[in-house]
């Protein structure tokens, strides 16, 4: 395989980035740009498809070095199974985004803080998951930082999104901190920054570990593992929609690439530890993540934690294939990393359709706030349709494709008796509890989110006037939806193509799941466990048919009338329906209390009064307040005191440099004794 398609992609795309700033105020000049991206990133896509369906040597790679960065050390790309895999979530999410753009590009009110800095976010991620030398990896990291960062600042006069701009730029900085030491770390005192020259070196215990946990802190801020996913649902609802998805969808999982590739392939052998670390990261967040979600009436917002929640189920799976590499069942490894890499995919997918379908609300009515909308199926039906898709597939209903992945992930759990480890014996059935609880309330929380966005009568005049958005956008969305089906009733072409990866990394695959009777996928032995998503398909589809022929055969065709469920109120003011908060009132009431503080205070008028009823709820974030409010006032209170040193005489400044230069030579002469 060659790497110079690849690597002329991204020069292409980063060309189309400069020439994107003299095409931004021209007419057409946007969908110049995303159709020129459209192409380049589905040209992108045909390379990496074609190894991993080939079913190629899991050592098969490609590698090219240029004369840039470091001197004699230059800069060096590769492609192997694991950044292929990658390379298809990036370049799939990027294709996809810019179709939509086609459409909803047209109404940017600023294409020219945009467009250069959309074309650079994508070359950005490419490069991250080519890069073969820490360098390289560090620089294309900060660069896709960077990049998202002047996107998430594209509309900066809106309330709220400095605020969203200033964190994430300090979490991203924090992020590629940790890595560079983490990569400090693993060069060791020869410098062994290429990866290959990691590869090779055996780092002591305790430099492996203090590796992993640098690891898990530059990758999982990136992620959004808690607690480091303030910026997260801050960030993704102050960028443009294609752009959210973007980062949702595809950005995060450059970030996952980056824990896999350092803590599978460059870390070496685990310590049975980490993979208790990971897991307990990986419940927390999944079950945090969709709690957190449920008490948003945000769109985006919601949408953000749920990529939250996702992470922690990516997680799981990524502990799960550690603990079982630390005690060499290596079947089951590959089982877990092939759950994880598959719910890789299956979010990307179903998180950028659903924030497509946000990004269409948001156009045709202007509205974020679910309790401002309600009705859009009958004036966006074909937008309704396709993020009716997405809530399925993100609640794990089948055939979907989120049911697999998360199915895999159980069966993986399954195996969790055989580990000889006490700690790992109790520690999976209760991650297990938390996924199956995240699973259960994403459920809720989605039939939350398209009841009161969808359904029901409209709550404001912007609602009530909505209309479809172009074809464009929903050609993207029914595409992505598309595909979250044929993943979900063929998963098992996914899982060969996953295969490669699996050996490459732990030495093992799946069982080939195309060979299998009626497409089924077994993950073990068809004796312990099978599922077919086609027969299940078919079944649904049938029963469908079987149904709607029954009523209209056999149903009266007479016309009644009657009124309308007004859920116990004469009145059909919209006001009277539930509220995205009613609805997760119950929720909020049992776990409110001890996971957000909840506090609620009814203000009822006494007999007579005509002033309203008042409920007022309180939710605090103790993520928050327990990390980063302390964080803020230590910043705020140094930065008041050392703001005296910008008034200094030169003569104090003069003194303040001498003695700064005497405490380094003094550390300096300490240091070599």
């Known amino acids: 395989m060659n790497l110079v398609p690849s690597l002329s992609i991204v020069a292409a795309l980063l060309a189309l980035g400069v020439l994107a700033v003299p095409l931004a105020p021209r007419r057409g000049g946007s969908a110049l740009v995303y159709v020129a991206a459209l192409l380049l990133t589905l040209a992108a896509l045909a390379p990496p498809v074609a190894l991993l369906l080939a079913g190629v040597d899991a050592g098969t790679v490609a590698r090219l070095s240029l004369p840039l960065g470091i001197p004699w050390l230059g800069a060096h790309f590769r492609i192997d199974a694991l950044s292929a895999f990658f390379l298809v979530v990036v370049n799939l999410g990027g294709a996809a985004s810019s179709l939509y753009s086609l459409g909803y590009g047209r109404h940017e009110p600023s294409p020219g803080r945009v467009l250069p800095f959309y074309c650079a976010f994508l070359a950005g991620m490419n490069l991250v998951v080519l890069a073969d030398d820490a360098f390289s990896f560090l620089l294309a990291w900060e660069f896709m930082s960077l990049s998202s960062w002047a996107l998430v600042m594209a509309h900066h006069r809106e309330p709220g999104n400095a605020l969203a701009g200033f964190v994430y730029l300090t979490m991203a900085s924090f992020g590629t901190l940790s890595l560079l030491l983490a990569f400090g770390v693993l060069a060791g005192p020869e410098g062994a920054y290429t990866f290959e020259q990691i590869r090779s070196r055996e780092p002591a215990p305790l430099l492996a570990s203090l590796a992993l946990v640098l690891v898990l802190l530059g990758a999982g801020s990136k992620a959004g593992l808690v607690p480091l996913h303030a910026w997260l649902p801050l960030a993704h609802p102050a960028a443009p929609s294609q752009v959210s998805a973007l980062m949702s969808g595809v950005m995060t999982k450059v970030a996952v690439y980056g824990f896999v590739r350092i803590v599978f392939d460059l870390l070496g052998e685990p310590q049975l530890w980490w993979s208790m670390v990971v897991l307990a990261l990986g419940g927390i967040t999944s079950a945090l993540g969709v709690l957190y979600a449920l008490m948003q009436h945000d769109l985006k917002k919601l949408l953000a934690y749920h990529t939250v929640e996702n992470i922690g189920i990516i997680f799981i799976g990524l502990g799960l294939a550690m603990a079982f590499r630390a005690n060499a069942m290596g079947w089951a490894a590959a089982l877990a990393l092939t759950a994880a890499l598959f719910h890789v995919l299956n979010h990307s997918l179903f998180k950028s359709l659903l924030f497509f379908g946000a990004g269409a609300v948001l156009t045709a009515t202007g509205e974020r706030d679910m309790e401002k909308l309600g009705g859009l199926i009958h004036r966006m039906p074909?937008?309704?349709?396709?993020?009716?898709?997405?809530?399925?597939?993100?609640?794990?209903?089948?055939?979907?494709?989120?049911?697999?992945?998360?199915?895999?992930?159980?069966?993986?759990?399954?195996?969790?008796?055989?580990?000889?480890?006490?700690?790992?014996?109790?520690?999976?059935?209760?991650?297990?509890?938390?996924?199956?609880?995240?699973?259960?309330?994403?459920?809720?929380?989605?039939?939350?989110?398209?009841?009161?966005?969808?359904?029901?009568?409209?709550?404001?005049?912007?609602?009530?006037?909505?209309?479809?958005?172009?074809?464009?956008?929903?050609?993207?969305?029914?595409?992505l939806a598309l595909l979250c089906l044929l993943a979900g009733v063929l998963p098992g072409v996914v899982i060969d193509g996953i295969a490669p990866v699996t050996q490459y990394l732990l030495g093992g695959r799946m069982p080939e799941q195309l060979s299998q009777a009626w497409l089924s996928i077994v993950p073990i032995t068809a004796g312990r466990s099978s599922y077919n998503g086609l027969l299940l398909f078919a079944f649904i589809a049938l029963s469908m048919v079987v149904v709607i022929t029954a009523i209209h055969r056999l149903a009266s065709h007479a016309v009644r009338r009657g009124p309308a469920w007004d859920c116990g109120f004469a009145d059909d003011n919209p006001r009277a329906q539930y509220t995205a908060g009613s609805f997760a009132q119950p929720i909020r009431r049992v776990f409110g209390t001890l996971v957000f503080a909840a506090r609620e205070h009814v203000t009822m008028p006494s007999p007579g009064d005509m002033a309203p009823a008042r409920l007022e709820v309180r939710l605090r974030d103790p993520v928050w307040e327990l990390f980063y409010a302390p964080i803020a006032v230590a910043v705020g209170f140094a930065a008041d005191r050392f703001d005296r040193l910008q008034f200094l005489t030169i003569r104090k400044y003069l003194s303040l440099v001498f003695g700064a230069l005497i405490l380094l030579l003094l550390v300096l002469v300490l240091w070599a004794r």
């Open 382 to 479: 074909r937008t309704a349709f396709a993020f009716l898709a997405g809530s399925a597939a993100i609640s794990a209903l089948p055939p979907l494709n989120g049911f697999v992945s998360e199915w895999l992930t159980f069966q993986a759990m399954l195996v969790s008796p055989q580990l000889p480890q006490w700690g790992l014996k109790f520690l999976v059935p209760a991650v297990g509890a938390l996924l199956a609880l995240s699973a259960a309330l994403a459920a809720a929380c989605f039939v939350k989110a398209f009841g009161v966005t969808f359904l029901g009568r409209p709550r404001s005049e912007r609602a009530r006037t909505a209309r479809e958005v172009d074809g464009f956008a929903v050609g993207a969305m029914f595409a």
